[in-house]
């Protein structure tokens, strides 16, 4: 197939470049690099089956040639980046969702929305079903990603119904592995980080809130087979293994071998106490599941992080997972 990332720079969306390419696919992948870096795709320079254009999709999307399917992964999606980008988060949703699914129509191609968990808020039904409609804070902090990908959401839908467009919803939760940022501000690679610099761990709250992890690989298979298919979902996809956040941090610390211990600070507003996937309806409708546990995915990311040049510094902000 030929398909469209756009967000492909990034973390998730380097890793479905990767995947698709490795299967024979052609691979155009748009990004603005406002929230990542062309390290990402370094290795796909000379590929062939490989394109990519600089662009905001919110501005526009144009493909100079016809697409099979267009995965849209464009968005800030960690707290720094959605808290000090709100509107251009907003924008991705909105108008960035509305010309990838627009450039999806008009090729009768197959559209992939990757949504978030964030859809749920701070939910009132655990574990979350894809039937449970969230409890979310609009007018919040988190609001801005929050909202973008449930309007993204509801946007996707209208086309399905109202222009016949192929769509298929994934709700992705928190996801971690090689290739994510320092200071990206997701809870995994805040912990790293401070282990590998022999710095205590920063745990919010208690550390009782607990989250699902899912190592990008798991989730990148599950990608493919909603592109694959004719789903239109929404389907979660996430590792039903709910952990602590500071039972995350004691696994960090086992994983790097530091002497690290563990600081506590306030528990930023509207973060979410639970956050655990049901994902029966990806098991039935596309015999997808995570294989990797927890402890093994831990062991590849500190692998990838040691491998990495030091880093300089960053500015310390409150972790959690957009996806």
Sequence with gaps: MRVVVTGGAGFLGSHLCDALVARGDEV????????????????????????FVAGDISESLRIPCPVDAVAHLASPASPPDYHSRPLHTLAAGSRGTENALRLAGRYQARFLLASTSEVYGDPLVHPQPEDDWGHVNPVGPRS???????????LTMAFRRSEGTDTGIVRIF???????RPYDGRVVSSFIRQALRNEPLTVYGDGSQTRSFCYVDDLVRGLVAMLDSDEPGPFNFGNPDERTVDELAHLVI????????IRRLPLPVDDPTRRCPVIDRAREHLGWSPKITLGEGLRHTVEWFRSRPPDDGGPETPHDDGF
């Design 174 to 180: 928190n996801t971690y592995g090689p290739r994510m």
């Design 28 to 51: 155009w992948c748009v990004d603005d690099l406002s929230t990542s870096g062309p390290g990402n795709l370094g290795h796909l320079r000379d590929e062939p089956r490989f394109r």
């Design 254 to 261: 086992e994983a790097t071998g530091t002497a690290s211990g």
């Design 144 to 154: 801005v990603y929050d909202e973008a990908k449930r309007f993204a959401e509801a």
